[in-house]
C-alpha cells in the first residue's frame, strides 16, 4: 500500500493503451522480417556470452552488445539485418541485459526466471520503438519507422504526452501498445477509506454498502470448447500442419478467456474508482491459495483433485489483476488502495467484534452467537475489511507524519538540537524541582 503524497509537484504516471493493428499484407510482412530478426539478434547475442562464459572472458554489457549489433548490420553475410529498425534491435539487446542483471541480482532479490533462454520461431522478442511515433487520431492510424502509415483499430482516445511504441505479435494478431506520460494528480485532504471490499468465489466482490457482484467465470463458460480443442490438438502428429492449426485455434480461445476476464476487470475497476477515492480490500497471497495439494512421493497430498478444481476456480477470478487496476486507477485519481489482513475477516461480527467459526455456519449466512446480528457473511466480511482499513489507513498516517485526512505530509525542517552546558542557575533550579 502506498499512500499519496500531498506535495506541489506530483511525479507524473506511465500509461499504456493497447489497440489491434490493420496492418496491410505488404505491412505484415515486414513485421514478420523484423521479428524474426529481433529473435536472431536475440539468439546470437545469447550464444555470444555463453561463448564467453566458455572462454572465461568477462561478462559483456549492453554497450558491448551495441557494438557486436553495429558489426552484425554492416558485416557482408548478415548485412540484411540493416532492413530492420536500428532502435527496435538496440531495445532486444537491452531486454536481454536486464534479464542477466536479474540473473546476477543477488539470492534475495532474484526473480525465479534463471538463465535467458534462447527464442523459438514465434516466441518473438516484440519490437519496440523508444522515438515517440506520429498518432493520427482523426484517422486512427500510427507512424512506424520502416512501416509508414498502419492503421489500427482505435477503440478509444489516446490520451497524455506519447513516449514509446511497442509491436508485437498476440494469437495471430498483430498489436500495439503506445505508452503515455501523464501528469501527477494532487491528492484531496480528509480522505479515509469508504468501500470495504470482500472478494471470493461464489461471488466475485461483496462491499460493505451490500452490493453484490456476480462472477464472470471466463474459463469456465469455455471449459467444454477447451476441453474439444485442447483434445484435438492431442489427437494431431506432432510437427504437422494439421496439429499447428489445432494449437492456433486452441491459442485464439486462450486469448478471448484473458481478453474477456480483462475486459470486465477493468469496466469494475473503473467505475469502483469514479465513486470511491479510498478503497480496502483484503492482502490475499493469491500464489499460495492455489497451490497444488499434490505434495511429494513420500508426503503425498490429500484431496489432490479437489484442490485442483478450486485452484482454477480461484484463478479464473482474477483477484491479482482486480487489485492491480484498482490500486493504479484509484492513484491516478487522488486515492489509494488499501490491503489490510484477511485473518478472521469472515468470522468476527461487524456489530459486536465477537470472533468463531462457528458464527458463519453456512458459505452465505453469518449469525452471531453473542449478539444475533444476520446478514449475507460476504457484506459482513467487508465491513470488518473496511474497519480494518480505517484503521490502517489512520496508523500510517500518524506514521508518516499526517493529519488525520490519510495524507503524507512533509515535515518541517528542525534546528538541530543544541547541547547546553549546566550553569550554575540552571543546576539549583534542577535539584529543587526533582526534590
Same mark, same amino acid.
Request: hydrophobic letters at 40%; one cysteine or more.
Given at each position: 500500500?502506498s499512500?499519496?503524497?500531498?506535495?506541489?509537484?506530483?511525479?507524473?504516471?506511465?500509461?499504456?493503451?493497447?489497440?489491434?493493428?490493420?496492418?496491410?499484407?505488404?505491412?505484415?510482412a515486414?513485421l514478420?522480417r523484423?521479428?524474426g530478426?529481433a529473435?536472431w539478434?536475440?539468439?546470437?547475442?545469447?550464444?555470444?556470452?555463453?561463448?564467453r562464459?566458455?572462454r572465461?572472458?568477462p561478462?559483456?554489457?549492453?554497450?558491448?552488445?551495441?557494438?557486436?549489433?553495429?558489426a552484425?548490420?554492416?558485416?557482408?553475410?548478415?548485412?540484411?539485418?540493416?532492413?530492420?529498425?536500428?532502435?527496435?534491435?538496440q531495445q532486444v539487446l #537491452?531486454?536481454l541485459?536486464?534479464?542477466?542483471? /536479474? =540473473?546476477f541480482?543477488? @539470492?534475495k532479490?532474484?526473480? *525465479?526466471?534463471?538463465?535467458? %533462454?534462447?527464442?523459438?520461431?514465434g516466441?518473438?522478442p516484440?519490437?519496440?520503438f523508444?522515438?515517440?511515433?506520429?498518432?493520427?487520431?482523426?484517422?486512427?492510424r500510427l507512424?512506424?519507422?520502416?512501416?509508414?502509415?498502419?492503421?489500427?483499430r482505435?477503440s478509444?482516445?489516446?490520451a497524455?504526452?506519447?513516449?514509446?511504441?511497442?509491436v508485437r505479435?498476440?494469437?495471430?494478431?498483430?498489436?500495439?501498445?503506445?505508452?503515455?506520460r501523464?501528469?501527477?494528480?494532487?491528492?484531496a485532504?480528509?480522505l479515509?477509506?469508504?468501500?470495504?471490499?470482500?472478494?471470493g468465489?461464489?461471488?466475485?466482490?461483496?462491499?460493505?454498502?451490500?452490493?453484490?457482484?456476480?462472477?464472470?467465470?471466463?474459463? #469456465?463458460?469455455?471449459?467444454?470448447?477447451?476441453? /474439444? =480443442?485442447?483434445?484435438? @490438438?492431442s489427437?494431431?502428429? *506432432?510437427?504437422?500442419?494439421? %496439429?499447428e492449426?489445432a494449437?492456433i485455434?486452441?491459442?485464439?480461445?486462450?486469448?478471448?478467456i484473458?481478453?474477456?476476464?480483462?475486459d470486465w476487470?477493468?469496466k469494475l475497476?473503473?467505475?469502483?474508482?469514479k465513486?470511491?477515492a479510498?478503497?480496502a480490500i483484503?492482502?490475499?497471497?493469491?500464489?499460495?491459495?492455489?497451490?497444488?495439494?499434490r505434495g511429494?512421493?513420500?508426503?503425498?497430498?490429500a484431496?489432490?483433485r479437489?484442490k485442483a478444481?478450486?485452484n482454477?476456480?480461484?484463478?479464473?477470478?482474477?483477484?491479482s489483476e482486480?487489485?492491480?487496476?484498482l490500486?493504479?486507477?484509484?492513484?491516478s485519481?487522488?486515492g489509494a488502495l488499501?490491503?489490510?489482513s484477511?485473518?478472521y475477516?469472515?468470522q468476527?461480527c461487524?456489530c459486536?467484534?465477537?470472533?468463531?467459526?462457528l458464527?458463519?455456519?453456512t458459505q452465505?449466512?453469518?449469525?452471531?452467537?453473542?449478539?444475533?446480528?444476520?446478514?449475507?457473511?460476504d457484506?459482513?466480511?467487508a465491513?470488518?475489511?473496511l474497519?480494518?482499513?480505517?484503521?490502517?489507513?489512520?496508523?500510517?498516517?500518524?506514521?508518516?507524519?499526517?493529519d488525520g485526512?490519510?495524507l503524507v505530509?512533509?515535515?518541517?525542517?528542525?534546528?538541530?538540537p543544541?547541547?547546553?552546558?549546566?550553569?550554575?542557575?540552571?543546576?539549583p533550579?534542577q535539584?529543587?524541582?526533582?526534590a
Amino acid at each position: 500500500m502506498s499512500l499519496p503524497n500531498a506535495i506541489e509537484q506530483p511525479e507524473p504516471h506511465m500509461r499504456a493503451w493497447k489497440f489491434v493493428l490493420r496492418a496491410t499484407s505488404a505491412q505484415e510482412a515486414l513485421l514478420r522480417r523484423f521479428s524474426g530478426q529481433a529473435r536472431w539478434v536475440w539468439n546470437h547475442a545469447l550464444a555470444e556470452h555463453q561463448a564467453r562464459d566458455v572462454r572465461k572472458e568477462p561478462h559483456a554489457n549492453y554497450n558491448a552488445m551495441a557494438l557486436w549489433l553495429t558489426a552484425w548490420r554492416t558485416a557482408p553475410e548478415t548485412v540484411w539485418l540493416a532492413q530492420s529498425p536500428v532502435h527496435a534491435q538496440q531495445q532486444v539487446l #537491452k531486454r536481454l541485459d536486464a534479464a542477466f542483471q /536479474r =540473473y546476477f541480482a543477488p @539470492v534475495k532479490a532474484r526473480r *525465479k526466471l534463471g538463465y535467458p %533462454r534462447f527464442k523459438k520461431y514465434g516466441d518473438d522478442p516484440g519490437l519496440r520503438f523508444p522515438v515517440a511515433p506520429l498518432l493520427d487520431q482523426a484517422n486512427g492510424r500510427l507512424k512506424l519507422p520502416k512501416l509508414g502509415w498502419v492503421r489500427l483499430r482505435q477503440s478509444q482516445a489516446v490520451a497524455g504526452e506519447i513516449r514509446n511504441a511497442t509491436v508485437r505479435r498476440d494469437a495471430g494478431k498483430w498489436t500495439v501498445a503506445i505508452q503515455t506520460r501523464h501528469a501527477g494528480v494532487l491528492p484531496a485532504g480528509g480522505l479515509s477509506p469508504s468501500l470495504g471490499i470482500d472478494v471470493g468465489i461464489a461471488t466475485f466482490a461483496a462491499d460493505s454498502s451490500g452490493r453484490m457482484v456476480e462472477p464472470l467465470n471466463a474459463l #469456465k463458460a469455455q471449459a467444454v470448447r477447451l476441453r /474439444r =480443442y485442447q483434445r484435438s @490438438v492431442s489427437r494431431k502428429v *506432432k510437427g504437422s500442419c494439421n %496439429r499447428e492449426k489445432a494449437v492456433i485455434k486452441l491459442r485464439a480461445l486462450h486469448k478471448k478467456i484473458a481478453n474477456q476476464r480483462s475486459d470486465w476487470l477493468h469496466k469494475l475497476t473503473t467505475g469502483l474508482a469514479k465513486e470511491h477515492a479510498v478503497i480496502a480490500i483484503e492482502d490475499l497471497r493469491v500464489a499460495d491459495m492455489s497451490a497444488s495439494a499434490r505434495g511429494t512421493v513420500e508426503q503425498p497430498g490429500a484431496k489432490v483433485r479437489q484442490k485442483a478444481g478450486l485452484n482454477k476456480a480461484i484463478l479464473d477470478q482474477g483477484w491479482s489483476e482486480f487489485a492491480r487496476q484498482l490500486a493504479y486507477k484509484l492513484e491516478s485519481n487522488g486515492g489509494a488502495l488499501v490491503k489490510v489482513s484477511p485473518a478472521y475477516t469472515s468470522q468476527t461480527c461487524s456489530c459486536c467484534g465477537h470472533v468463531d467459526k462457528l458464527n458463519r455456519k453456512t458459505q452465505a449466512f453469518f449469525v452471531c452467537l453473542v449478539c444475533g446480528h444476520a446478514e449475507h457473511a460476504d457484506t459482513n466480511a467487508a465491513k470488518n475489511i473496511l474497519a480494518a482499513g480505517h484503521a490502517v489507513w489512520t496508523a500510517m498516517s500518524d506514521a508518516c507524519g499526517g493529519d488525520g485526512s490519510g495524507l503524507v505530509r512533509k515535515r518541517k525542517a528542525r534546528p538541530a538540537p543544541v547541547k547546553q552546558e549546566l550553569t550554575e542557575a540552571i543546576v539549583p533550579a534542577q535539584q529543587a524541582e526533582h526534590a
